[in-house]
C-alpha cells in the first residue's frame, strides 16, 4: 500500500514548536516522517532502485515510496522541498532535497537538517562521521549521523540521516525506526548516488 500524509495535523509534538530550527522551518519533513509509519507499506522489505524526478539522484527504497512537496524554511530562506516517502518492515525511509539556489546557503541548510532531525526526536546527534555520496558535490557538511530519540507518543526511535550536495540542491536521506535493521539502513544509505 502506497504511504499518504495527512496535511491536517492537528497535534504538534513540543520539540517541533518554536522559532529558528524547531519551528515553520522543517515542520513539514519532521511530521511527514513521523506520518509515514502510520500507512505501512508492505511487512518485509522489497527494494527497488528509485529515481525521483528531477531529483538527480538514486536510492534503493524497500518499499514504494509515495512524494510530496511543502514550502518550508530553510538556510533563513523560503524553498520548495520535495519529499520521497514510504514505511516497511516498521520503518520509515524518506529521501528529500531543495534547491536553494545559492551556494552560500549549503553549510547552513546541511546544519539545519541534522539539527532539527535530532530536535524533531528530542535528541541530539550521537555520532557524525564524514560520508561521501558518489557523483555528490564535494562538501565538508556531507555526513552521516545516527539519532536516538522519541515519537510524539514517547515511543524509542532510532534514526540514520545523510546530508549532501548537488551544485546548490541539498539532499537529506533518512532512516528511522523502532529498532532500526542496521543492514536494511545500511542497503538504503550506501546505494545514494547522484546523478549527472
Known amino acids: 500500500?502506497?504511504?499518504?500524509?495527512?496535511?491536517?495535523?492537528?497535534?504538534?509534538?513540543?520539540?517541533?514548536?518554536?522559532?529558528?530550527?524547531r519551528g515553520e522551518?522543517?515542520?513539514?519533513l519532521a511530521l511527514a516522517l513521523m506520518l509515514v509509519p502510520m500507512a505501512a507499506c508492505a511487512p518485509a522489505l522489497d527494494w527497488r532502485e528509485v529515481r525521483p524526478l528531477q531529483a538527480h539522484v538514486q536510492a534503493l527504497f524497500p518499499c514504494r515510496p509515495s512524494t510530496q512537496s511543502r514550502t518550508v524554511k530553510l538556510a533563513a530562506q523560503?524553498?520548495?522541498?520535495h519529499l520521497h516517502a514510504c514505511s516497511a518492515g516498521g520503518q520509515t525511509w524518506a529521501l528529500a532535497h531543495a534547491d536553494?539556489?545559492?551556494?552560500?546557503?549549503l553549510t547552513a541548510a546541511l546544519d539545519e537538517l541534522v539539527a532539527s532531525a535530532a530536535s524533531n526526536l528530542g535528541a541530539k546527534p550521537d555520532a557524525s562521521q564524514p560520508f561521501p555520496v558518489p557523483g555528490a558535490t564535494p562538501h565538508a557538511g556531507t555526513r552521516r549521523v545516527?539519532?536516538?530519540g522519541q515519537m510524539p507518543d514517547g515511543q524509542a526511535v532510532q534514526e540514520q540521516v545523510v546530508v549532501f550536495t548537488r551544485g546548490t540542491v541539498v539532499y537529506q536521506a533518512t532512516a528511522l525506526g523502532a529498532a532500526l535493521s542496521e543492514d536494511a539502513a545500511q542497503t538504503f544509505i550506501t546505494s545514494l548516488r547522484v546523478l549527472p
Do not use: C, K, N, Y
Open 1 to 21: 500500500m502506497q504511504a499518504r500524509f495527512a496535511p491536517r495535523l492537528r497535534w504538534r509534538h513540543p520539540a517541533l514548536v518554536g522559532e529558528g530550527l
Open 25 to 28: 522551518a522543517l515542520r513539514g
Open 78 to 81: 523560503s524553498v520548495t522541498l
Open 100 to 105: 536553494l539556489g545559492d551556494p552560500t546557503l
Open 146 to 148: 545516527r539519532i536516538e
